[in-house]
């Protein structure tokens, strides 16, 4: 048997079918040919394994030993067929079953050590091959973990599971192998066009005064900006830091006071009672009804508009935190006081984890109407600022600038809310898994 | 016998607990704003603010005031005109949207990189683009309520059970079949959330509209309740901005309430027995 034809029969067999060409070469050198006459026994149960089997032409009856739980205690063994492969488990090293031919039969025998050793240069692939002999040997046995838990593992990262950049491209090729891409640039393109067409070209009755699509890019990338404001100019940034700024701050403070609040409403039947009423009195009025109260309370300007944003974010926090609470079936806690645990416990180990994912829905509302009132806040009473830049931009006949300042907002208010739902994805991770489990 | 449970109800402990806490925040506003005249130092904060007793004599004042009530007329139309458009347009859009996947596909990548952008930052660009102010702030006012809806209508048609759709079409439904008894009972909760929710936000965008557009009418008080906030805020009457201030939470609970009772209505299997 030469070495082509080694290699040829490793193909067909199952761990070794998706080696590549020059390795199976390699491996077919490790391999040793032997024929043997029928009624021989290649190894009784117990004997040290050192080879594993590949039969070429003939049959072998393969038996396993008692104690072993297999779903088929007996099978025959035929060509392209794998036995033996205790050799490549790292810890027993023990035949488990008991071989003997049932006609004259060739086969090649690998020495288990070897391949492994083999495989260490070549993890990738080498993880690929223990895993098909790990699939082989679980459908063999009743307790397959506890056997197929030894083949070795070559590579840090287990090649089965596509992490990360692979199955970033991977969703990425379905994604762009699916009409939705096309459908979008579709619609972007009815969208610009539209605007492109009405404003500059056909110069539509109301639409000629508005800024055009062309005139905003230019503008907008331009390193002379006719208005004062490009992605080149520093104040451009200077506007974007400061509204980002207020928002972190007014963020931080809504979601320290307001999700304490929430969990003390929820948990607490007195105190939701005495506070609740003055929170659902104060609240129907608008966010943006409270400027000119917010400007007399607090001087300046910048401070009013730190409490436009964190009122809007703080009532959004409390009251899904507090209806995060109210959502927690009442036996958990009961179950836990049943325990032994303590008012205390109950309410660090039950109602936080249990109003976490409301939490997480009210914190991604409260970033969204924090921006939604620090533009309304800026517009009326800010210096600096994405609202600031609009409004001066209208009263001094700017339009371009307009534009430029709404798409900024919708950019910088579309990565807030996505940065908060990422962290709330990452945080709920155990919920996901829990939800995946529970089938539903 | 009814009137026994309805003290009963009235004066249970929630209740007394409630009336007690709006009490007691009351009196700390009123004294907190007096800190300066009784006790000789300003609160920080609320010293600023009117005492509770100052805005009520101002409501009083108010009351017989048909400006003051005119702001309230102007405000409401306003929100009504913005609401009733975006019902209009986007509850047919929303149900297009879930029902037919290339429309699904062309319009909802547009749609969504227009939501982020705040429906304040589009009143310069709405004054300028329409011809009169009451226009344009109605406008803005559409916008606020716009999105809400359509989100909501999408996500609650997309959530029907797609079975239901199966085991209609598998008796022989036609696509409007379809639509007319599956897709919109199915939708209406949350049509009607997204109605309560957006008509929140039009209170919210119309005050803001008009203090920013400066309210349509020239003369004063007839420009809607956000101007009649702005004007007493210039004009020095600091109790007529809290007046002002409560008046459009009154309306705007007044507005979501009514929307939710005539879901309500119109969702019976939703009733809580």
Redesign the interface.
């Known amino acids: 048997m030469n070495q082509n034809q080694t290699a040829d029969l490793l193909k067909r067999s199952m761990p070794f079918q998706t080696v590549p060409g020059e390795m199976l070469e390699a491996i077919a050198k490790l391999a040793r040919y032997e024929s043997y006459a029928r009624g021989d026994v290649i190894y009784h149960q117990g004997d040290f394994a050192d080879d594993v089997f590949i039969v070429s032409s003939g049959a072998v009856q393969h038996t396993l030993g008692i104690g072993f739980q297999a779903t088929h205690p007996e099978k025959i063994v035929r060509s392209g067929g794998v036995f033996g492969w205790a050799a490549v488990l790292d810890n027993q090293r023990t035949r488990m079953a008991k071989t003997v031919c049932m006609e004259r039969t060739e086969l090649i025998r690998i020495n288990g050590e070897e391949l492994i050793n083999f495989f260490k240069a070549t993890p990738e692939t080498g993880d690929i091959v223990m895993s098909r002999f790990a699939t082989m040997i679980n459908k063999e046995y009743t307790m397959p973990e506890e056997v197929a838990g030894h083949v070795p593992h070559f590579t840090q990262v287990p090649v089965t599971v596509a992490t990360g950049l692979s199955l970033t491209m991977f969703r990425l090729s379905q994604w762009l192998k699916s009409?939705?891409p096309y459908?979008?640039m579709?619609?972007?393109g009815?969208?610009l066009a539209t605007w492109y067409l009405a404003v500059e070209v056909w110069k539509l009755p109301?639409?000629a005064?508005?800024p055009g699509l062309t005139t905003v890019m230019k503008e907008w990338f331009s390193k002379d900006p006719v208005y004062g404001l490009s992605i080149w100019t520093p104040e451009y940034y200077q506007h974007i830091w400061v509204s980002v700024r207020r928002i972190l701050i007014a963020f931080f403070l809504a979601t320290v006071l307001g999700v304490p609040l929430g969990l003390f409403l929820g948990w607490s039947k007195?105190f939701r009672?005495?506070?609740?009423?003055?929170f659902e009195?104060?609240r129907?009025?608008?966010?943006?009804?409270?400027?000119?109260?917010a400007?007399?309370?607090?001087q300046g300007s910048e401070t009013p508009v730190i409490f436009l944003t964190f009122l809007a974010s703080f009532y959004a926090t409390a009251l899904n935190t507090m209806l995060g609470v109210e959502t927690i079936d009442e036996s958990y806690s009961r179950a836990a006081a049943c325990l032994g645990a303590s008012k205390w416990q109950v309410f660090r180990e039950v109602i936080v984890p249990g109003a976490m994912p409301f939490m997480f829905t009210g914190l991604q509302i409260s970033i969204g109407v924090a921006?939604?009132s620090?533009?309304?806040g800026e517009?009326?009473a800010g210096e600096y600022g994405?609202?600031y830049v609009?409004?001066t931009?209208?009263t001094m006949v700017r339009?371009p600038t307009?534009?430029i300042?709404?798409?900024t907002?919708?950019?910088v208010?579309?990565v807030s809310?996505a940065l908060v739902r990422m962290a709330g994805d990452y945080m709920m991770q155990w919920r996901v898994r829990e939800l995946a489990l529970g089938g539903r | 016998m009814i009137s026994k449970r309805l003290t009963k109800s009235l004066f249970s402990?929630?209740n007394l607990?409630?009336?007690?806490?709006?009490f007691v925040?009351l009196v700390l506003w009123e004294v907190g704003s007096r800190s300066k005249d009784w006790f000789g130092f300003p609160m920080p904060?609320?010293g600023?603010?009117p005492p509770p007793t100052a805005v009520l004599v101002a409501w009083y004042g108010l009351l017989g005031d048909p400006g003051y009530w005119q702001s309230w007329y102007m405000s409401t139309l306003r929100v009504l005109a913005g609401f009733l458009a975006a019902m209009v347009i986007g509850i047919p859009l929303g149900l297009f949207m879930a029902v037919n996947k290339?429309f699904h596909?062309?319009?909802?990548?547009?749609f969504e990189?227009?939501r982020?952008?705040?429906?304040?930052?589009?009143?310069?660009?709405s004054?300028?683009?329409?011809?009169t102010q009451e226009l344009s702030i109605a406008f803005v006012t559409f916008l606020g309520a716009f999105f809400t809806i359509v989100i909501n209508v999408l996500g609650g048609a997309k959530s029907i059970d797609p079975r239901f759709f199966q085991s209609a079409q598998s008796m022989g439904s036609s696509q409007w079949d379809v639509f007319r008894r599956v897709v919109l009972p199915a939708t209406l909760p949350s049509i009607v959330v997204g109605s309560a929710v957006g008509m929140g936000i039009t209170?919210?965008?119309v005050?803001?509209a008009e203090?920013?557009s400066g309210g349509g009418g020239t003369t004063g008080s007839g420009g809607g309740?956000?101007f009649f906030?702005?004007n007493?805020?210039v004009g020095g009457s600091?109790e007529q901005?809290?007046v002002?201030?409560?008046s459009?939470?009154?309306a705007?609970?007044v507005c979501?309430e009514l929307l939710r009772k005539l879901g309500g209505y119109l969702t019976p299997w939703l009733r809580k027995r």
Do not use: C, Q
């Open positions: 009409p939705k459908l979008m579709t619609g972007f009815i969208l109301r639409f005064d508005m007195t009672e005495y506070v609740f009423p003055v009195t104060l129907p009025i608008p966010i943006l009804a409270w400027v000119p109260l400007i007399i309370m607090f921006w939604f620090l533009v309304a517009m009326v994405l609202g609009i409004n931009s209208y339009y307009i534009v300042g709404m798409i907002l919708g950019i208010g579309y809310s | 402990r929630s607990r409630a009336v007690i806490a709006i925040f904060w609320v600023h603010v290339t596909g062309i319009v909802f990548p547009s990189v227009l982020p952008i705040p429906p304040l930052a589009w009143v310069p660009a004054i300028i683009f329409w011809p209170w919210e965008v005050v803001a203090m920013i309740l956000g906030i702005w007493s805020y600091y901005i809290v002002g201030m409560i459009i939470g009154i705007g609970f979501s």
